[in-house]
């Protein structure tokens, strides 16, 4: 969390030892997440007022609010309720407005009729007219100077401007002779050539809006500046302390398999491959995370990455959430590596005790050369002598210990991770802000395009017709609700429920049950029947969100959507458009609907991209409930930030990210002598994207 360049008694001493601020006042301030000098001094203005400068009233409605000279013409009375409301009328050489008094008749004494008034007020047109019910007004005096650009704080019931604006001067006389600098003073003409105390006074007390912009933007980057250094440090100190013998690597595993492939990669995949293969050649560990679309391709990249790992003589685990997904995997695998020759095995829970033992047998004797598994993986009773890959798919499935555990089991194994959906950028370089990122941006060719449509809850028979039509041209669908068994959760739908409807509904065609509660085995051959064709649909609860690739299914249903995330929907409409014929995502909803979910949504509807989709759920719901328990979003974490927004200060954190990649160049004996190769530019070894794919992620 960012600190201010203040020494500790004075950053952490209590707002009580403020004028004016008792217990009960601080108890307040509190629920602002005020309890010291620092917390108030980096209490920023939500806004300001800009009362420099008179606005003609035509200019200050346009603005939506403004400071204006007027001359009073005539005072009107209209009823309300019970009540007379007085209602001003005033006017300058641009244009007459009324201000509406409710409750305040007695400002007729304060602006007679024929007298000039100086308003600070908000302005809009209504009933033909310009009009402001909230207002400040006083007598106009031209000695009177104006009162300048008034910051408006954000505050909680008890504490006004002015208390917040008294407290603010008391500590900010206290702290300003003490403040030293948070940048390097060759860095700070970047940042506008303020200092942080010149920032932070600025940003409070500003002469002009620019000089609080610039001020705000100051302070942002020095916050950023900060975050982005020390993950640049964490992991340079990283790569120091784990070092890993690279083998020359034996026969080319990678372009045995790509010559089998009955497609080319895409340009992305290739790309990203590189990248990969780079890292693999460095004297240090990799750590990248691999993004992308529903269906980009993302498994085949990781497998061919784990050629690359075995060319070196070492083994690769990867480990997945579930073992739906685990057995998709080996399966792909298998079929993939098969030219290869490389032995693939499957590493899950309950497995029979003769099995286990042959496994864990196989996997400490070098014989396994990809185990691919849940988080059987980190059992005790499987060892793996030459662990060189870890690949962590759907990453955000599992804790920080977990990977940890599985990273442990070798010695400094290289790290890919994967994300089930894009990452908005901005997140990307906080929650995993200390490893190098990939993106795959466009889908493989071939790949059907997916129409959404949307359906109120009582026009089903038109969807369960439209549905019938597919499954009669031998196409399959998915059904999908948000709960298992009715009566789970008040009004939702149940799987359970509409499987027993959707039999007689559908009837030849057959209809399979998925959800949560079904034993994996059951689940595994449930989905195989319906792999195979042998089921025509398959009702299920999100349960297959991933792991399930079935080129024949053309359309998804999914009741009660406004139930279920951004993300979720986008992953569930991602089980179709998978093969050559045109596939449909139907999205049946139930009213009323709350206004995030109407945004949701419509997001679906407007676009199947997952770059946009990303942005907007982090839009849309904000950064609190994002993935997971990552370094960035608990040590040091976006969550943290004090004065940044990541939605809307992406620019800033590109800006100080690159800062840090300079300063860092600057002290460029720090890499050497750690022996770390630099490579030209230093950024080459920091955590982020590299030059290409730093266009790919939006």
Not at 130 to 155: C, K, M, N, T
Not at 335 to 354: F, I, M, N, Q, S
């Amino acid at each position: 969390m960012y600190s201010l360049p203040l020494g500790d008694s004075l950053r952490s001493r209590s707002v009580t030892t403020l004028p004016g601020i008792g217990r009960a006042r601080a108890e307040r301030l509190q629920r602002l997440g005020i309890a010291t000098l620092e917390d108030l001094l980096l209490h920023l203005p939500r806004s300001y007022q800009d009362r420099s400068r008179f606005s003609p009233l035509t200019e200050a409605l346009r603005q939506g609010e403004g400071l204006v000279c007027t001359r009073v013409l005539s005072h009107e009375y209209f009823p309300f309720r019970r009540e007379r409301v007085l209602k001003i009328i005033v006017h300058d050489e641009t244009s007459a407005a009324a201000l509406v008094c409710f409750g305040r008749a007695f400002l007729a004494r304060l602006a007679p009729v024929g007298s000039e008034v100086r308003i600070w007020g908000q302005f809009s047109l209504r009933r033909g007219e310009i009009q402001s019910s909230a207002f400040e007004i006083e007598p106009h005096d031209p000695q009177r100077p104006l009162a300048g650009i008034i910051p408006v704080y954000p505050l909680t019931e008890g504490i006004s401007q002015t208390v917040l604006r008294n407290a603010l001067k008391s500590a900010w006389a206290l702290a300003a002779p003490h403040l030293g600098d948070d940048l390097p003073d060759r860095l700070r003409a970047r940042a506008g050539g303020l200092t942080c105390a010149e920032a932070l006074r600025a940003v409070h007390w500003p002469q002009t809006l620019p000089q609080a912009r610039q001020s705000r933007h100051r302070l942002i980057f020095g916050e950023l500046f900060l975050f982005q250094k020390e993950l640049a440090l964490e992991t340079l100190a990283r790569r120091r302390a784990r070092r890993v013998r690279r083998q020359s690597p034996g026969k080319s595993l990678v372009e045995t398999v790509l010559k089998n492939l009955p497609y080319q990669l895409t340009p992305d995949q290739a790309r990203v491959l590189g990248e990969i293969r780079d890292d693999l050649r460095h004297p240090w560990p990799m750590a990248r995370l691999l993004q992308g679309d529903v269906g980009c391709g993302k498994t085949l990249v990781a497998l061919l990455a784990a050629c690359a790992a075995l060319e070196q003589g070492r083994q690769a685990a990867l480990m997945v959430p579930t073992e739906l997904l685990a057995r998709q995997h080996l399966r792909n695998a298998r079929e993939l590596l098969a030219p290869a020759g490389l032995t693939v095995r499957l590493v899950l829970g309950g497995l029979p005790k003769a099995e286990k033992e042959a496994l864990a047998d196989d996997l400490s004797q070098g014989r396994v050369d990809l185990a691919v598994g849940t988080h059987a993986l980190l059992s005790e009773t499987y060892s793996y002598p030459a662990l060189g890959l870890v690949i962590i798919d759907e990453q955000h499935r599992f804790g920080v210990r977990q990977r940890e555990l599985l990273t442990r089991r070798g010695e400094n194994p290289d790290v890919l991770m994967m994300s089930a959906t894009p990452i908005p950028r901005s997140l990307a370089l906080t929650a995993f802000g200390d490893m190098e990122i990939s993106t795959i941006h466009h889908l493989p060719p071939g790949r059907s395009p997916v129409t959404t449509h949307l359906a109120r809850i009582g026009n089903e028979e038109r969807v369960y017709r439209f549905l019938r039509r597919h499954l009669d041209e031998g196409h399959q669908a998915y059904l999908v609700y948000p709960a298992i068994e009715e009566g789970e959760s008040g009004t939702l739908r149940s799987a359970t429920a509409m499987e027993e409807r959707l039999t007689r509904e559908l009837a030849p065609h057959r209809v399979g049950l998925v959800h949560s509660r079904l034993s994996e085995e059951d689940r595994s051959t449930r989905m195989d029947l319906f792999a195979s064709g042998e089921l025509a649909a398959l009702v299920a609860t999100s349960v297959v969100e991933v792991g399930v690739d079935v080129p024949n299914a053309t359309v998804m249903v999914i009741e009660q959507a406004e139930r279920f995330g951004l993300a979720s929907l986008h992953q569930l409409r991602g089980r179709v458009g998978r093969g050559p014929a045109r596939s449909y995502c139907i999205l049946v909803y139930q009213e009323p609907l709350t206004e995030e979910a109407r945004q949701r949504l419509k997001v679906l509807y407007k676009t199947t991209d997952g770059f946009v989709i990303a942005e907007e759920d982090l839009r849309i719901r904000g950064p609190g409930d994002l993935p997971g328990e990552s370094r960035g979003l608990h040590q040091s974490g976006f969550l943290a930030f004090r004065l940044a927004d990541i939605r809307q200060d992406m620019t800033i954190m590109t800006q100080a990210r690159q800062a840090v990649r300079e300063d860092l160049a600057v002290q460029g004996d720090l890499a050497v002598r750690e022996n770390l190769t630099i490579q030209g530019d230093l950024a080459q070894n920091l955590p982020g994207e590299t030059k290409q794919n730093h266009k790919e992620i939006p």
